[in-house]
């Protein structure tokens, strides 16, 4: 027994991407991925709060390691200014580690949502370069971690009082978490050069032209942003990002490589260079005399008319 199979319509990521959806479906279904991406964020929340205890014993081992915080083989406790903080800390920690599970779902849910406007290349390199963001966000979180468990101590000894000394915990945590987050998105500062290469906006040799001001950019930033006062951190963080400065500037010299940039016929003249002859201009000889034409008499004076007197009789 045959059955007609019924025609299926176009998707609405085709009907997005051809432009025949209304306004009011494009909103429908941006509310529909805020559900969704919202749903995904709150079942990641259940399942941090039951990792947000593993979560804070690995984020407090810097803390454990300063010199006699360490008694009878126990880390000795941080301070709570309120009964309140630790319930608090842990929602917090939940959040961020719900965020960190629901990621595939809500960052699909945003792409979906922007991804009929792009085109089909712009695709292929979106899906590139979130591939590489998500390494170089998570190498920036393992040095960020590394910068405190060095730079803790260092940071307590230059004070006045010791490494003896109790920290309060909601300071701490977001000490550690606030330079997590700068250096996982600081890393991500070779993929914007790496944009604007791909893009076709700026050479790789233009980009290596600019090596000093972006050293120095990175050292003030660094300066400026590190939660941590210590030179330590602030030196570190600039060095991997003028590494990862330089190493961007290579890909862009192998995409230039690739697509023949730099092989124009005005590649390497600057601007206002002179550009040469590149031709021998003949002699121009000179015109042939041209005779007067006969002299034009001018035409004889019109005289002016005579007034014309005009009289009017009186009304009776």
């Not at 804070?56 to 454990?64: D, G, I, S």
């Not at 591939?131 to 004070?159: H, M, N, Q, R, S």
């Amino acid at each position: 027994m045959a059955f007609a199979l019924k025609k299926r319509g176009p998707s609405n990521f085709e009907r997005a991407a051809d432009g025949s959806m209304t306004l009011i479906e494009h909103i429908r279904e941006l509310r529909t991925r805020l559900f969704r991406a919202s749903l995904a964020i709150a079942v990641g929340l259940i399942g941090g709060f039951l990792l947000a205890q593993p979560a804070f014993n690995l984020l407090k081992q810097p803390y454990c390691r300063l010199p006699g915080m360490v008694v009878d083989g126990e880390c000795q406790n941080f301070l709570m200014l309120a009964p309140a903080d630790g319930f608090v800390l842990k929602l917090k920690l939940a959040l961020w580690i719900g965020l960190i599970i629901g990621a595939p779902v809500w960052l699909y849910q945003l792409w979906a949502f922007i991804a009929p406007g792009l085109h089909r290349h712009e695709r292929k390199w979106a899906y590139l370069f979130v591939a590489i963001a998500a390494p170089l966000f998570a190498a920036g979180a393992v040095l960020a971690y590394f910068v405190v468990d060095k730079g803790l101590a260092f940071l307590l000894e230059a004070g006045v009082t010791g490494t003896d000394s109790q920290l309060e915990v909601t300071r701490y945590i977001s000490f550690v978490t606030n330079m997590i987050l700068l250096f996982g998105v600081a890393f991500e500062f070779p993929l914007t050069l790496l944009m604007l290469n791909f893009t076709g906006v700026v050479s790789a040799r233009r980009l290596l032209s600019w090596w000093r001001a972006v050293v120095f950019i990175c050292f003030a930033f660094a300066a400026v942003a590190t939660p941590d006062p210590g030179p330590f951190g602030m030196t570190l963080l600039a060095l991997c990002l003028s590494l990862l400065y330089f190493v961007a500037v290579g890909v862009a010299f192998l995409n230039d490589r690739r697509k023949g940039r730099g092989k124009e016929i005005y590649a390497g003249i600057d601007d206002d260079e002179v550009s040469p002859l590149t031709f021998d201009p003949e002699p121009v000889e000179a015109g042939k005399r041209v005779d007067a034409s006969a002299p034009i008499v001018a035409p004889e004076p019109v005289a002016a008319p005579a007034p014309i007197d005009r009289r009017y009789d009186d009304m009776t």
